[in-house]
């Protein structure tokens, strides 16, 4: 009896941790909550043995999720899935059985913030056989460098290694791949990736093959305004609060995290050439119905501003120009409304659109970052499945 009063205070204590006040409209407040709940925990025990200089706080997610989350490269009666290389990079390939013919197929890079996740985690090993299965096609999910121990430009070059290999002759004799129908896709940080690649190899001498579609999944494409009206509207939305964003944006770049604050006012990029704005300026490439009542924030000139490196557009896509975005392959671009990413999104689906590039733009208006992903675990969600449907129905029509 006496147990009852501490139990329900314990109670009480973790419906204070998981309870968060979310916008009215997000998919299964109940689940992201959750969701939430373990991203925090994870995070502030990372931050803690961090802080006691036992392990870095991303070496703490990589190997809880690779102790959880990691699966070996299972065959199946429909599937012949093994690990191998591309390019130098590992690679887990996922080839439909059944008639030996050329495949269309598709280059995919996880998410993670350039630091967490990996190809073997269960959650994109489930996303990359339903697209092998659904579409008939070849699958190749790459395990690129991570940071803290690489930084840009080496998750981009293992992405433009892989990607080379990809469009070469040997690799569609080797894999049977259709050189006519080949895809470059990822997530997040790995649909940052698929974007610098895409405008990179647009560029160079013609390989075998090019590209065929870009997909996009809530892409992350500028480290220069973190006040664009998605970043305003979904600071405080789980998982992707705005400072983790800045931090991952500054862990990548190899800068100092002492710029955080600075990024966080913008003031590190309060003195930019009026050409680099017009490519982020979100007033003039967004509709007035997408930003709402939310203005523009300029830091005045301080103290504190970025590198270059912030205005590299192998790091940040959305900083190419017009005659670049031209040359690049017909694009979707899936964006969430509960997301700070949405507007890099949306905003780089208008600028290729004005460059010339077909786009298909699909929008979940109760989507969360990290949601299609998601769908394939235990808090899934039904916008995860919907955008997951969404983006596998698209490449069934387009590639
Ligand atoms: C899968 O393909 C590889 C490479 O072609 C082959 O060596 C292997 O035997 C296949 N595995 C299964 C289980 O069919
Ligand atoms: C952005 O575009 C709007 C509308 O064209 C314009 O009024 C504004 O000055 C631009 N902002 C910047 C910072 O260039």
Known sequence: MRLRVPAALLLCAAAYYVYLPLPPGVCEPRKLMLLDALFRSFMTAGELL???GLLHRVHLLNWVVSLLEEVPARSCSALNVTDTTLGGVPTRVYRPRGAERARRAVLYFHGGGWA?????????????????????????????????????PVQYWDALSASRSFLSAHTWLRFGLDGDRLCVS???????????????????????????????VYPVLQALDFHTSSYQQNQAVPILYRPVMARFWLQYLDADPLLEASLLLNRHSSALHADTRSKINWTALLPAQV????????A????????????????????ADDAVLSRTPR??????????????????????????VAVTTDHYGDGFHGCMVFANLPMMSDVGRRSEAGFIRWLDQNL
């Not at 996740?117 to 056989?129: H, N, P, V």
């Not at 790995?190 to 093959?209: R, S």
């Not at 930003?291 to 300029?298: F, G």
């Not at 005045?300 to 900083?319: E, H, K, M, N």
């Open 291 to 298: 930003r709402k009542h939310y203005r523009p924030v300029a």
């Open 300 to 319: 005045d000139t301080g103290p504190g501003a970025a590198p270059p490196v912030f205005l590299d557009v192998r790091a940040a896509p959305l900083l």
């Open 50 to 52: 961090h802080a006691l």
């Open 331 to 356: 694009a979707y671009v899936l964006t969430c409304e509960f997301d700070v990413l949405r507007d890099d999104g949306m905003m780089y689906a208008r600028r290729l659109s004005d460059a010339g």
């Open 116 to 152: 967490l996740g990996s190809a073997r985690m269960r959650s994109y090993d489930l996303l990359c056989r339903k697209m092998a299965e659904d579409l008939d096609a070849v699958v190749m999910s790459v395990d690129y460098a991570l940071a803290p121990d690489s930084v840009f």
């Open 186 to 216: 990822g997530d997040s940080a790995g649909a940052n990736l698929a974007a610098a690649v895409a405008q990179t190899l647009a560029l160079a001498p013609p390989l075998a093959a090019r590209f065929s579609v870009q997909a996009l």
